[in-house]
């Protein structure tokens, strides 16, 4: 099996849009392969994705509770700009090509962070513009999946989890081969992965992203000393005394 050979497992649960595309299998395998190695070793209590049709990416997670939530053929009947679940409750959120079909992105990344726990992960996958498959949605037709979508840049994600206070700690960039929808070409194009991590290595068709919510701890505050405080010495007139009638 070459390197872009999917498992039967990813081949048989592709996207509805592309289920029997070459192409929607090319990235599943990409994707699981990233998600696969990401979740092992996060721990917790409960841990929930957003459905994704063509992924598993919790299969390989340990956390006692494991949800796909989503509109249809979901474990949870879930919208991403209002999750069903209580405040700070969750310790993983994967959200898989959420961001570029939302109405409201932003909005969706806020119920992310309003759903984890303080240092809660969330794992983000995204459809890169600034990629041969940003330019094929550019110049190409738009029809069907993933075509539809709104690709965001990169920059821009990264910009609204900085203000709500998500520091990213991983990811990467993959499916860096033309969005050739023939695996013979797929294969043959298979070189551009390792290629382009080491030449392009912001130009892969799918971006990866690793955040955690960070919560700022308390700061003591000290009172402020006016400057002339600074410049008063302090002295102990008792003692000054005392050392004068043993003179």
């Avoid at 459809?127 to 029809?143: A, E, H, K, Q």
């Avoid at 955040?211 to 009172?223: D, H, N």
Wanted: glycine fraction near 8%; charge should be positive; include cysteine.
């Amino acid at each position: 099996m070459s390197r872009f050979d999917p498992a039967p497992e990813v081949q048989s649960i592709c996207p509805a849009a592309w289920a029997g595309a070459d192409l929607g299998r090319y990235v599943a395998f990409c994707e699981q392969d990233w998600l696969d190695r990401s979740v092992a070793d996060l721990f917790g209590f409960n841990a929930v994705a957003l459905a994704q049709p063509g992924l598993e990416p919790l299969r390989n997670n340990r956390m006692p509770l494991r949800v796909c939530a989503g509109l249809a053929s979901a474990g949870v009947l879930a919208q991403p700009q209002a999750l069903p679940f209580a405040s700070q409750s969750l310790d993983l959120l994967v959200l898989p090509h959420v961001l570029e079909f939302a109405d409201s992105p932003h909005q969706v990344l806020r119920e992310a962070e309003r759903v984890l726990r303080p240092e809660g992960r969330l794992l983000i996958l995204g459809f890169n513009p600034v990629s041969l498959w940003g330019l094929r949605r550019w110049l190409g037709p738009r029809r069907g999946y993933p075509w539809l979508g709104q690709f965001l840049r990169l920059a821009r994600i990264k910009d609204w989890l900085a203000l709500l206070g998500f520091e990213i700690v991983a990811g990467r960039m993959s499916c860096y081969a033309p969005p050739i929808d023939r695996a013979g070409w797929l294969r043959r194009w298979r070189f551009m992965e390792a290629a382009g991590d080491r030449w392009w290595a912001l130009g892969g068709g799918v971006y990866m992203l690793h955040a955690v919510k960070r919560v700022q701890g308390m700061r003591l505050i000290t009172p402020r000393l006016e400057k002339g405080w600074a410049k008063t010495p302090v002295l102990a007139p008792g003692a000054s005394r005392m050392s004068e009638r043993q003179k």
